[in-house]
């Protein structure tokens, strides 16, 4: 299967985006903002058509949009990024707007499948690199960032109290969580960017307590699951989408019977 | 010299005035027991006294500096909430806070490492942190949240609320932790309450809130019949019973009563 090129580079992207997804994944369910990133997908689903409706590659529509969605989130303050009837709101409306672009533009059907449920099999060279850029600038803002998130999330107003600007850190982090959206958006499509984002994050924390071995195990589980995803979608003729979230329900399944049992 | 001095302090909050041109001075080593009905103010005066709130009038200083963010002189216990990071280790929890408010990967060096063994080894938490914070009881967690506010050895403790949600065994094991430590490291700690019993065995002043106002002494000056019915602007009686003290108003307890609607 590895002597196809289109499979080499899917596999190389969904390794990109996974290893991304694995990490950013780990601090959004630790924040409990889980909600929030599927809602930032759905803003990004507006951008991807109104790019496509504009001439311009939805990747970047989806970027911006993404980010635009995150900035903002963080700047209306923590409290509202949390308020789910609000994020549901936006999310419908972006959805809506998503929509009505595609009736105007005339390859309907493909396009919408490709942005709502992913289209890993069609990434081409150029979007590789485009996808191993952002994903670099994804991982190094989360690394300059990691510190004060942490604290901050973990312990919010004693990292206020040392000086961290709470509002600041949100803004940064669900500008990270936006650019890890519309990657992910490219392999698994807006709707299903949980499976990549928090499912294996969510595995890694029923798994482990430690912080560092439960970013590593995010990631792995994460790159393990897109490429299996990938390699029984090349067998099955499945969408490689349905695997990836397959095996992640099955990963963070398995990950409670673990925790459970281990903590008996 | 003093290590909390406030001259002529109103904070307001909202546009409400929580604190009206309050005058005090707490010396250096002093275990002073932070009182008051809830909502008088308490964990307001705290967030002041770390800058967090600039006051509408008055000055606020700090061992001998005005108030300011980031003091790394004070230690700060927040009122607690319900954990977030259940599945965390305790140590990882603790050791967020070590530098926590500067940039980069939250690595602990060598340094670092030592401050939180001696932070842990300090409240005798060195074996629970071991643990994951959602399998510790509420005493256990308390120590931790000491720890992490000991951490850096700061001069000045604020701990605010560390007896809620305790037993009455619990809360005595706290308030004797806290005493020891404070005359081991020559701390001054401003500890608040709802509840003045636990506390007797430590103090060596209260500072009481209420209505606005706040009045410093012992327990002899300050936990009197016409001192709290200024405060709390109505009549109150105070019993003394077998060396507890019990705070009454129109016959009913007032502490227990309100200890009770917190958990309603
Ligand atoms: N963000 C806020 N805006 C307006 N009022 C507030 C805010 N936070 C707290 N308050 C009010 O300020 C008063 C003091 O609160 P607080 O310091 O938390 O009291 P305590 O800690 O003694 O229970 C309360 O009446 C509370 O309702
Ligand atoms: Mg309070």
Given at each position: ?264 | ?264
């Amino acid at each position: 299967m590895l002597d196809y090129d289109f499979m080499r580079t899917a596999f190389a992207a969904a390794g990109i985006v996974a290893v991304v997804s694995g990490a950013v994944g780990y601090f959004l369910v630790l924040r409990g903002q889980t909600f929030a990133g599927h809602a930032l997908a759905h803003v990004g689903f507006t951008g991807a058509t109104g790019a496509i409706l504009v001439g311009v590659s939805p990747l970047w529509g989806l970027v911006l949009l993404t980010v635009l969605g995150g900035a903002g989130m963080g700047l209306l303050g923590a409290r509202l990024a949390e308020r789910d009837v609000a994020i549901g709101v936006v999310l419908a409306v972006s959805l809506g707007f998503g929509l009505l672009f595609l009736h105007f533009f005339t390859a309907y059907a493909t396009q919408a499948t490709a942005l709502l449920f992913g289209n890993v099999l069609g990434v081409d060279m150029p979007t590789l690199w485009t996808l191993l850029g952002l994903g670099v600038v994804c991982l190094a803002a989360l690394g300059v960032i990691s510190r004060p998130l942490l604290f901050a999330t973990l312990q919010p107003e004693l990292a206020e109290a040392r000086g961290v600007s709470l509002r600041l850190i949100s803004v940064l982090f669900l500008c990270v969580v936006a650019l890890a959206v519309a990657e992910c958006a490219q392999i698994v499509g807006v709707l299903l960017v949980f499976t990549l984002m928090v499912a294996p994050a969510a595995a890694a924390q029923k798994l482990t307590t430690s912080l560092g071995r439960g970013v590593a195990l995010a990631i792995v589980l994460a790159v393990a699951e897109a490429w299996a995803g990938v390699a029984l979608a090349y067998w099955t003729d499945w969408p490689t989408s349905f695997w990836i979230t397959s095996l992640g329900g099955i990963f963070y399944l398995a990950a409670s019977l673990a925790g459970a049992r281990s903590r008996r | 010299m003093t290590a909390i001095r406030l001259d002529g302090v109103t904070l307001a909050l909202g546009g409400r005035i929580v604190l009206d041109t309050v005058d005090l001075r707490i010396g250096e080593r002093e275990f002073v027991g932070v009182l008051g009905p809830n909502g008088a103010g308490k964990t307001t005066l705290m967030r002041a006294i770390l800058g967090l709130l600039a006051p509408a009038s008055g000055t606020i200083s700090v061992l001998g500096a005005p108030a300011a963010r980031g003091n790394p002189a004070i230690g700060y216990m927040p009122q607690s909430r319900a954990a977030l990071a259940a599945r965390l280790t305790g140590r990882d929890f603790v050791a967020a806070a070590v530098d926590g408010h500067r940039w980069g990967l939250p690595r602990l060096g060598a340094a670092g490492r030592a401050g939180v063994d001696r932070a842990l080894g300090l409240v005798g938490a060195t074996a629970l942190a071991a643990r994951p914070l959602g399998e510790l009881s509420g005493g256990e967690r308390q120590r931790l949240l000491l720890a992490q506010a000991l951490l850096g050895s700061p001069r000045l403790l604020l701990l605010d609320e560390p007896l809620m949600s305790l037993d009455p065994h619990r809360q005595r094991d706290v308030v004797e932790l806290v005493r020891q430590l404070q005359r081991e490291l020559a701390l001054t700690v401003l500890f608040s309450a709802h509840e003045l019993n636990p506390l007797l065995p430590a103090l060596d002043r209260v500072l009481y809130l209420g209505g606005g106002h706040a009045a410093i002494g012992t327990v002899a000056e300050i936990i009197t019949g016409p001192v709290l019915s200024r405060l709390y602007g109505s009549d109150i009686e105070v019993i003394h019973l077998e060396g507890r003290i019990f705070v009454m108003s129109a016959g009913c307890e007032i502490e227990r009563d309100e200890h009770r609607h917190d958990h309603a």
